[in-house]
């Protein structure tokens, strides 16, 4: 794995930028051009357009003021993916004992999508978390 520079991680944090806007846009228009009972579609592109936005102002604010430790950056993701994927197993074995004891029906797309975010936020908060612990 090579080095960025500090222009080409600038270029990658505006790219980062530039793309959620482009989603977020996007999910707008799908708002605009969807029937009432399909708004999921919608809101997946905007909260990862919103999610991309946050990680570039982190990247901005954050990992572009320091050199990165590439050897430990590596073991920071991996350890954040493992407690991510714990998190996430809690959360399927928590919704199926809910849906087991709860006859309230659940929609699919209301899983996915909680299942979905609550994956993506605990990576990045698991990864910050040991980023700050080790620094």
């Known amino acids: 794995m090579t080095i960025m520079s500090l222009d080409e991680r600038r270029k990658y944090t505006i790219g980062l930028l530039v793309l959620g806007v482009i989603i977020i846009l996007a999910g707008l228009l799908s708002y605009i051009l969807a029937e009432d009972d ?13 999610f991309l936005i946050v990680m570039a102002a982190l990247r901005h604010w954050w990992l572009d003021r320091r050199e990165v430790d590439h050897d430990r950056a590596k073991k920071d993701q991996a350890h954040a993916m493992a407690w991510s994927w714990q998190l996430t197993v ?18 699919i797309k209301d899983l996915t999508l909680g299942i979905m975010v609550v994956m993506l936020l605990s ?12 620094a």
């Open 38 to 50: 399909d708004l999921f579609l919608g809101t997946t592109l905007m909260i990862s357009g919103a």
């Open 123 to 134: 990576v990045q908060a698991f990864q910050l978390y040991f980023r700050r612990k080790e």
């Open 90 to 107: 809690l959360l399927l074995f928590v919704l199926f004992w809910k849906d087991l004891l709860d006859p309230q029906e659940m929609r």
